[in-house]
């Protein structure tokens, strides 16, 4: 069964960077041919996908995030990270990591990011 | 706005059949990208419901399933139970924005 954890700070001051691990068991995020996916919801609102890496570097980013984000991996650990720049209160959020690059089929419980000065 | 449409919000008696529909366009699931289903139970996180259209993850009840025509997709439950009160959310992939797209999300009330 593949599993996968958020971790990182509850609070963020704007505009500073939000940084965020998954943490992967259960799967090996080296594989080739599985996606590793950011997701977010604001709060009372929908899901916003955010980006995602797969072979351990290449990725993909939401084009209305593109200029802000930085999905990296690391292999020896099994985790893969979120960096958002400067970041804004519409940047709160519940941050998701997931597996997929059609069908998200595993998610983490997702970490409640509040960016407040 | 999201770029894949659904009603905020559908109600249906125990035992009823409810669907929950999903719009796109030409350049979603028009263009034949695969739609995908979740369920958010309060304080959860999304649980994949119903992918590729129309298939169900192990453990997921038959009464769960999905249908895809045209721009549109909709979900169908049948035999409604209380503990189907969630949220449920449509998922394709755009290439216009090049990316997966969400539904705004439908809250389905169980009476």
């Known amino acids: 069964q593949v599993q996968l954890q958020e971790s990182g700070p509850g609070l963020v001051k704007p505009p500073q960077t939000l940084s965020l691990t998954c943490t992967v068991s259960?799967?090996?995020?080296?594989?080739?041919?599985?996606?590793w996916t950011w997701i977010r919801q604001p709060p009372g609102k929908g899901l916003e996908w955010i980006g995602y890496i797969y072979n351990s570097g290449r990725t993909y980013y939401s084009p209305s995030l593109k200029s802000r984000v930085t999905i990296s991996a690391d292999t020896s650990k099994n985790q893969f990270s979120l960096k958002l720049t400067s970041v804004t209160a519409a940047d709160t959020a519940v941050y998701y990591c997931?597996?997929?690059?059609?069908?998200?089929?595993?998610w983490g419980q997702g970490t409640m990011v509040t960016v407040s000065s | 706005q999201s770029v894949l449409t659904q009603p905020p919000s559908v109600s249906g008696a125990p035992g009823q059949r409810v669907t929950i529909s999903c719009t796109g366009s030409?350049?979603?699931?028009?263009?034949?990208?695969?739609v995908h289903w979740y369920q958010q139970l309060p304080g959860t996180a999304p649980k994949l419901l119903i992918y590729s259209n129309t298939n169900r993850p192990s453990g997921v009840p038959d009464r769960f399933s999905g249908s895809k025509s045209g721009t549109s997709a909709s979900l169908a439950i049948t035999g409604l139970q209380a503990e189907d009160e969630a949220d449920y959310y449509c998922?394709?992939?755009?290439?216009?924005?090049?990316?997966?797209?969400f539904g705004g999300g439908t809250k389905l009330t169980v009476l």
């Open positions: 998922q394709s992939y755009d290439r216009s924005l090049s990316g997966s797209v």
């Open positions: 997931a597996r997929g690059l059609g069908a998200f089929d595993f």
């Open positions: 030409s350049s979603n699931i028009g263009a034949g990208y695969e």
């Open positions: 259960g799967a090996a995020i080296i594989n080739g041919d599985s996606y």
